[in-house]
């Protein structure tokens, strides 16, 4: 058996992991992908922190767990390097630079989202997201799905959420039952067993269950119903099930703060996810911008800080809960044939429901009008042909060409498409 805990940090390691982290918190554009890929460079090919082996077992353990997974896969750099402060540094770092990001842009957004300069600089980001989420589709199809099996379950998931409005967790249930069953691999015979501590993750999890929970309560106690406890609620409840990142989850978060709470508009959902691509950090940083929105349009600047504070509290602290109590069970999941299996079919299914999203992002950038229309007993959302948006056609079609024709930068395409939507837009006497 091989023992699964952590080092304890020395002196010299976290003022080394901190430069470490620090680079890669203030590095980390592009997504989900970009930010493995980054972590990749850093963590095994500069430097010895993780293995080949080691570093893939963390990125499926972490694709199991609710939550962005780029961000718990640094967290658990960050606890095998230096224990549970080391994972505190390296999470919180991956954070923070974005959230500062987030802020100040929200905080721009509220004082001038309604300008027409402002929407025509988010027309030309808009169209590049449309690029940009199908890209992180094709990438990650292209790792999940291995096999007949997991294109049925990618395919199942998509029709799932897309006509039949299936809850997401009820998808990722289905999935990994399904997995469980029917692609659980043999372990080779003699294979090491990490051996992990119940007592000491009843412990962890007791912690950080009351460190994420307990300001929650006191939120409510204070003030039952009130716009605090609500965000702080629904994002705690959010926190549980986004898995998959952000991507996955945001049709659910939609139908939620725009239909049930009535916080945003679609519209300004669409433009926090725009900001959200354009800064460092998880892209789940877009729960940030919908809490301080709906704080300060409820109540000024002041209460929409104190939203965007409880937003990122409930969001990540149980990051690090997840993290911190599961870390000794990576290698041990390994050994576990059914529990591979689980993983492979739930990150399966995340590309059907990351299909699921291109399909609404693009069809509400490119057309006024959404109805929905039956489809023998199920019901699907279809533009109205006659709405095409003919600027947000061409100039998602210049972003196409920048993304994947010049492979630019994503931190070049961004600034030249707001510059491009600006310009769409004023050509067209929208400005």
Known sequence: MTDAAAPAPTPRDLPELTRVFGRIGLLSFGGPAAQIALM????????PWLSEAQFL???????LLPGPEAMQLATYAGWKRAGMPGGLIAGLLFVIPGALVILALASLYAAYGGVPLVQALFLGIKAAVIVIVVQALVKVSKRALTGLLPYAIAAAAFLGIYAVQLPFPLIVLGAGGLGAVLLAKAVPEGA???RVSGRDTARTVAIWGAVWLLPLAVLWLVDPGGL???????????????????YAVLAYMVQAVVGDFGWLTTAQMMDALGLAETTPGPLILVTQFVGFLAGAQAGGWGLGLAAALVTLWVTFAPCFLWIFAGAPYVDWIASRPRLTGALQAITAAVVGVILNLSIWFAAHVLFGNLESQPVGPLRVLVP????????????????????????????????????????????????
């Open 228 to 246: 605090l406890a609500q965000v702080g609620l629904f994002f705690a409840k959010l926190a549980v099930v986004t898995f998959g990142g952000a």
């Open 57 to 63: 077992r963390a990125l499926s353990f972490c694709m």
């Open 40 to 47: 990749h460079k850093e963590l095994v090919e500069e430097r």
């Open 384 to 431: 109205v042909w006659t709405s095409l948006d003919g600027v947000a056609l061409g100039l998602t079609g210049v972003a196409a060409a920048l993304i994947w024709g010049l492979r630019w930068d994503l931190m070049k395409v961004l600034p030249v498409m707001a510059l491009a939507g600006l310009g769409a837009t004023w050509a067209t006497g929208g400005i």
């Open 192 to 194: 090491a067993v990490a």
